[in-house]
């Protein structure tokens, strides 16, 4: 078995390699066993960009993450992180890190947890209170920063997993599903936290699920499908096309399945929305329901969301 | 501060505020405290005539009854051992603990020795002052104190640090339960082993004393327990031992001589062979 990565490069800080990417892999593979992870991953992300990782559950997402932190080792191809190879130990100093398995050491404190993270990161002794502070006020515990872990709610101790990957200001944050036990506000929160990031120049590698939250802090995005991207882009470009809602009564599932040359249609019953149709088509559209004997009582075109723009690529992908 | 320090005294903050240290220590006061009491008992032993044991007989009966405590007591020692040291790794790797820590610029050969060096300072420490105390009560109650108390105390709580030494091995890779029950399993075979060496030798048979040569080169807590015991035992016993030879030595509760200084050297290479293993086991595990 092949040993997991943990090398320092003579020079390691990241400001030697300033203006490689944050992240760089060519062609990075991880099979377990006979099972294909994550099939041939090629990606750039600039420095201080906003990175959405997104795919299906299953997608390869968090195996991309953990190869790219070195807590698993490539199969094949090759990647750098701030521009020093993936496991280099000096380029953790700059790297903060949310795990999807978020778990910290319930009998200590949270000011106890941050400050083992400054110890392990590690950062200057003298920093470490201020650090502390901020982190703890950026992700509102500052009221339970003398409590127990162990007597978090899980919302609470994904909050205080995002202060750790905050601590020293890294120079890239990775995010693993950093919003899964978070209420709205909690949300709305992490979401104000990527920006301040971003705007900061810290890059961030969003790894969700969640396609509003993306669509919302994202620059460019990556869709990943059996371990292989299948898209990626800025918002810009993978958002071009126009979603088509019609609510319609009076048509059969055959008059519906007739309607699919039209583009993906998402089948709500009354509502189909067409996920990717040129508003050109819309009158086009409008008469065929009509010669099928439907009855259309709304159209309402809208911009495509990254839900539509998803779920049409996972389609393609299926076919 | 070292990450591997950092991470050793975060293990001991760990049994401390889980309250084993406190577990530990009530449990080992009420335990010398029951011993000093039935020690107490042999020196208010009389003979056939109604006249006092001569100190000779009391020290003897010292010195069994504190070899069969003390056998309870180092396995007791070895058994937490095993059963804290089974998830000390993969616990965490499974609950996600270590994920963010292992993020940070730490190699995993600083966790492994992290760990291994908390858990044994404290293995360390609760045998020598568990053992000093009922060194003491013992000494207290009869007036009988082992002729080798330092050396004792040192086997035994190597003992205990090959059992969470094996533990830790083997919850480098498999989960915490599995790994305490594989490596009690193997001290308790390697205790059984040693015994047939035992019989080996009383009956001057080669092949079955070969078995506890090499368990105790697999394993050599049942070797170090043999060193416990010949620390604890006086010299007039071990002279009648000796004078009966072969069948002298084939008692698994007495030694007729102290573990041989080739052995001795085996076990700090097994421990570093066991370290290293470990270091190289966790990593190459992906997590």
Known sequence: MAEVAEKTEAAA????????????????????????????LSMTVPRGEVFGFLGPNGAGKTTAVKLLLGLLTPTSGEGWLLGKRLGDLGTRRHIGYLPELFRYQAWLTASEVLTLHCELAPLPRASWKDEIRTVLETVGLTERANDRVGTFSKGMQQRLGLGAALLGEPELVFLDEPTSALDPVGRHDVREIIRGLASRGTAVFLNSHLLSEVEQVCDRVAVVDHGRVIAEGTMDDLLGGTAVRVRVAGLAQADKNQLAKFGRIDDEGEQLTFASLDPGRVPELVATIVSMGGRVYEVAPRHQTLEDRFLQLLEDEEK | ???????????????????????????????????????????????????PLPPEQVA???????IVVTFMFSGVLALSAAVVAGPLISGEVESGLLLSMLARPVRRSEVVIGKWLG??????????GAGSLELGAVDWATGYLPPHPVELLVFV????????????????????ITA??????????????????????????????????????????????????????????IAAMRALGAAGRANPFAAAD????????WVVIWFALVLSLSIWSFRTREI
Do not use: C
Request: charged residues 10%.
């Open chain 1, 13 to 40: 800080s990241p400001g030697a390699a300033a203006g490689t990417p944050a992240v760089k892999t060519v062609e990075l593979r991880k099979k377990f066993g006979r099972t294909v992870a994550l099939a041939g």
């Open chain 2, 180 to 237: 305490g029950v594989i490596a009690l399993v193997a001290w308790l075979m390697a205790w059984i082993a040693g015994v047939v060496g035992d019989i080996g030798t009383g009956l001057q048979n080669q092949a079955l004393e070969n078995v506890g040569v090499v368990s105790h080169l697999l394993l050599p807590s049942d070797g170090l327990w043999r060193g416990a015991i010949y620390a604890m035992e006086p010299d007039t016993l």
């Open chain 2, 119 to 128: 858990l044994a300072a404290l293995v360390a420490v609760y045998a020598a």
């Open chain 2, 258 to 265: 102290p573990p041989p200084t080739q052995f001795l050297a």
């Open chain 2, 157 to 176: 709580a190597a003992e205990g640090l090959v059992l969470l030494s094996v533990g830790m091995l083997l919850s480098t890779r498999l989960s915490g």
């Open chain 2, 1 to 51: 501060m070292p990450p591997f320090l950092v991470i050793a005294r975060l293990t001991i903050q760990e049994s401390s505020r889980r309250r084993l240290l406190l577990a530990l220590l009530i449990l080992t006061l009420v335990v010398v405290g029951f011993s000093a009491w039935g020690f107490n008992k042999i020196t208010t032993l009389t003979r056939a005539n109604g006249t």
């Open chain 2, 60 to 66: 003897l009966l010292t010195s069994q009854l504190l």
